[in-house]
C-alpha cells in the first residue's frame, strides 16, 4: 500500500471524524478529555465540535466539576440523531435491526422467509423494512442508511454477488437485491458482517478472528480494524479447512473438511432442526446427545487451536451455535488449552456478544459507518 500525504482538506475531513467517534464512545465527555484523546488544539475540537452541536448530532451537557480554574464544558452524543437498518438474509430467515449512530441495537425482529432471486421476494423486503422503521416509532428521515448480510461472496465494488452456495447464486447483480430498499444500501458478506459488529468499539489496533459456526461453518479475519479478505475474497472460509483427510463429505464434495463436523447441522440433525431442543436436551443430561456435544467440543478444539497458532490473536466463537455456548466455553477452553504448544490456557477463545442478530446488526454498522466518514 503507499501512503499519500494527507492535504488540508483529508486533515480537516478526519478530525472531524476523529470528533465524533471520540464523543460517541462515552456518555459524556469533557473538553480536556477530548483533546487529550484526540492529540489536537482546543479551538481545532472546539470548531468541530460546533459544527457536530449544528448538524443536531452533540450536545453541551453542562459542566463537569472544576478541579481548579474554570469549569470544563461537557458534551454528549445525540446517539439517536441518525439511525441505519441491518438486514440479515439467509437461505430460510430475513433478521432486521434498528440500530443508532453509536451502533447500540434499538430493534431486532426475524420472520421466516424463504429466499428466492425473484423480483417479488426484494419487493416484499422492502416493505418489511418499511413496516419495521414504522414501528420503531423513528421518523423514518432519521434512518441515514442500510445494509444487507447474506452468505455469499460479494465482489470487491460490491456490484455482483459472485458465489453463494445456499442461497444458489453465482454473479448475480447486488442491484436486484438492493434496488427496492429505500435507504443507501450495500452488501456485505454475513460471517464478515457478524465480525465487523463483535469488533464495533474495540481499540482499532485489536486484532480478533471471528468463527462462525451456524447451518454452514465460516469466518472472518479482522486485523486492527479492518478485514482481511484474500487474492480472491475467499480468506476465512474455515468450513472448507481440512479436518480429517478421508472423512465426511462436505456439502462441497471434498471430503473431510471442517463443516460436516462443525456446523450447527451436526447437532441439531438429532433434535429434528431444532438447535435450541438439542442444546434444552443436553442440559437436561441426555445420554447420546452428551456423546454427540463432547465429540463436536474435540472436532472445534482442533479448529481453534488451528485459528490460533495461524493468526495469534482472539477467536470469537459465534454463529447459531455460538449463541449457545455460554454455559459450555470453560469446557471449549480447556480443550484448546491442551492443545496449545504455548500456552496453559485459552483465554484467547470469547464468546460472541450477538446472537442471532450479529450479521444484522454488522451491516448496519456499515450504514453508520458510511454516514460518519462522509460527514
Ligand atoms: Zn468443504
Redesign the pocket.
Known amino acids: 500500500m503507499t501512503r499519500r500525504k494527507a492535504s488540508n482538506i483529508d486533515v480537516r475531513k478526519v478530525n472531524r471524524i476523529n470528533v465524533i467517534r471520540a464523543i460517541l464512545a462515552c456518555e459524556r465527555i469533557s473538553q480536556p478529555e477530548l483533546t487529550q484523546q484526540l492529540e489536537i488544539s482546543w479551538p481545532t475540537v472546539l470548531q468541530n465540535v460546533k459544527e457536530l452541536i449544528d448538524l443536531g448530532l452533540v450536545e453541551e451537557v453542562g459542566a463537569f466539576a472544576s478541579t481548579g480554574g474554570r469549569k470544563p464544558r461537557a458534551f454528549a452524543p445525540v446517539k439517536d440523531a441518525k439511525l441505519a437498518i441491518g438486514i440479515d438474509i439467509t437461505q430460510n430467515h430475513i433478521g432486521l435491526v434498528l440500530i443508532n449512530l453509536a451502533g447500540d441495537l434499538i430493534s431486532f425482529t426475524r420472520s421466516k422467509k424463504t429466499f428466492s432471486m425473484d423480483d417479488s421476494y426484494f419487493r416484499e423486503l422492502g416493505q418489511a423494512v418499511d413496516r419495521f422503521v414504522l414501528s420503531s416509532g423513528y421518523e423514518p428521515d432519521r434512518v441515514t442508511g442500510a445494509g444487507i448480510s447474506l452468505p455469499g461472496i460479494i465482489s470487491a465494488d460490491g456490484g455482483v454477488i459472485n458465489y453463494s452456495h445456499v442461497l444458489g447464486l453465482v454473479n448475480a447483480p447486488a442491484r436486484a437485491c438492493t434496488k427496492h430498499i429505500k435507504y443507501p444500501c450495500a452488501l456485505i458478506n454475513d460471517a464478515n458482517a457478524a465480525g465487523l459488529a463483535e469488533m464495533y468499539g474495540l481499540s482499532e489496533h485489536s486484532n480478533a478472528v471471528y468463527l462462525s459456526l451456524s447451518n454452514s461453518v465460516g469466518g472472518a479475519i479482522l486485523p486492527a480494524g479492518g478485514f482481511y479478505e484474500g487474492d480472491n475474497l475467499r480468506a476465512g472460509e474455515f468450513?472448507?479447512n481440512t479436518l480429517y483427510p478421508a472423512g465426511k463429505t462436505?456439502?462441497?464434495?471434498?471430503k473431510g473438511?471442517?463443516?460436516?463436523y462443525c456446523s450447527a447441522r451436526v447437532l441439531h440433525e438429532h433434535t429434528n432442526g431444532n438447535l435450541n431442543l438439542f442444546f434444552e436436551e443436553l442440559a437436561a443430561g441426555d445420554d447420546k446427545l452428551q456423546e454427540v456435544w463432547q465429540d463436536y467440543l474435540q472436532d472445534l478444539s482442533i479448529v481453534i487451536n488451528n485459528l490460533r497458532m495461524t493468526f495469534d490473536c482472539d477467536v470469537i466463537v459465534g454463529g447459531y451455535v455460538g449463541g449457545f455456548m455460554e454455559d459450555y466455553i470453560y469446557d471449549l477452553q480447556q480443550l484448546c488449552a491442551k492443545r496449545n504448544t504455548f500456552e496453559q490456557d485459552a483465554s484467547y477463545l470469547r464468546l460472541c456478544k450477538y446472537k442471532l442478530e450479529a450479521s444484522a446488526v454488522g451491516a448496519a454498522l456499515t450504514g453508520v459507518e458510511k454516514y460518519i466518514i462522509n460527514l
Do not use: A, I, L
Open positions: 468450513g472448507h462436505c456439502y462441497c464434495g471434498k473438511c471442517v463443516d460436516p
